[in-house]
């Protein structure tokens, strides 16, 4: 249990060294879809753990507020673009959470606000995914803004199954680059 939060804080302290909020970056082939064509498959709290429960896919929260610039630049950016939502919607269970929201939700037997949970997995700015097992099991925190190249490579780290099989971030990040991924 201590290796795996040391290897998830590991991952977290990498990704947020590098993935700079506010750097800018090569643009992911493409550019995002218009008319709604790409669209992320979003479930409430409780339906999303509900839906990963027992399956396969693993769940990326969305941790958003309403006033957030870079939760809407995420949403217009990265989220929009057809490989990004066609990926997520076939490797992952998509959850959005209100940070400031009062809505009721369930998480391991107990029942609290979505504030209350955000708080309860540290998220301190936003946007911030949090990766979890299909079984809700907490995995990692991604804080802030990541442009849509590197989260590709991010969610392809974890939704092919490469943290799962032990693999670290450096070797990953060292073959993909490789590959041209």
């Not at 809407?72 to 939502?85: G, I, T």
Request: glycine residues 12%; contains cysteine.
């Amino acid at each position: 249990m201590l290796r795996q939060s040391l290897a998830s804080m590991s991952l977290a302290l990498l990704l947020a060294a590098a993935v700079p909020a506010f750097g800018g970056s090569p643009a992911l082939a493409g550019s995002p879809a218009s008319g709604g064509s790409a669209t992320v498959a979003w479930r409430g709290w409780n339906d999303g753990l509900a839906a990963a429960s027992g399956g396969s896919k693993p769940v990326i929260v969305d941790v958003y507020t309403d006033w957030c610039g870079w939760c809407k630049r995420m949403d217009r950016d990265v989220y929009s673009r057809a490989e990004v939502s066609d990926y997520l919607n076939q490797h992952f269970v998509m959850v959005r959470l209100n940070a400031e929201s009062a809505e009721h939700v369930n998480y391991a037997g107990h029942t609290l606000t979505a504030r209350a949970l955000a708080g309860s997995f540290q998220v301190t700015g936003y946007p911030t995914m949090i990766f979890l097992k299909p079984d809700g099991t907490h995995m990692v925190n991604v804080p802030g803004y990541v442009p849509a190249d590197k989260f590709m490579k991010l969610v392809r780290f974890i939704g092919d199954g490469h943290m799962d099989k032990g693999e670290s971030w450096e070797e990953y990040s060292r073959a993909s680059g490789a590959a041209g991924k």
